[in-house]
């Protein structure tokens, strides 16, 4: 979990590109550089379920922010296709997966503590999405993803199961008797 002192903050030794795509603020909050922090440190509102694009996306983003990000991890659940790693700015990003990250994604940027951002499903209306991304950049207190989304009208129920996956297509198939 998150340390209530934490902070993000640039790191000046990492190599940032002069130039970077302007980042897509009205989808990302971030909470405020000197403020506590709760469970998570804002909200992000991806436009697809295509997580290649949408990760890479991301990272560009941040990086101006926190500096270069070294790992992703997102709920398998959320995505249709996870990637094992994502290219930004020149740089090899690894992606993982973690069934404990529901509706948020984690990346590790050399820092102690992973930044978590709640993710707001695509299909989010703009003012229940736009409610839950102020929401996560403003608590303070223990609220976890799916209070959040739950209280803006927002369904928090997986569109994609890796346990069905498997089970019916994956792994779990070969074992099947009959």
């Known amino acids: 979990m998150a340390h209530h002192n934490a902070q993000l903050t640039y790191a000046p030794d990492a190599a940032v590109p002069a130039e970077l795509p302007p980042p897509t603020m009205s989808r990302l909050r ?20 295509d997580a290649a694009s949408e990760l890479t996306e991301l990272v560009t983003a941040l990086i101006e922010r926190l500096g270069m990000v070294t790992r992703v991890t997102v709920n398998f659940d959320d995505w249709g296709h996870v990637p094992l790693r994502i290219t930004v700015l020149g740089q090899e990003i690894w992606v993982g997966w973690s069934p404990h990250l ?32 102020a929401r996560a950049a403003v608590e303070a207190g223990g609220a976890m993803p799916e209070e959040i989304l739950a209280s803006c009208d927002i369904s928090t129920a997986p569109v994609f199961c890796s346990e069905f996956y498997f ?11 009959g």
């Open 30 to 49: 971030l909470v405020p550089g000197d403020a506590g922090r709760g469970v998570m440190d804002g909200g992000w509102w991806p436009r697809s379920r």
């Open 102 to 133: 529901d509706h948020m994604v984690a990346m590790t940027c050399g820092r102690a503590d992973p930044v978590l951002l709640l993710v707001v499903p695509p299909e989010a209306s703009r003012s229940s999405a736009e409610a839950a991304l």
């Open 167 to 177: 089970r019916n297509f994956g792994l779990l198939n070969l074992y099947r008797v």
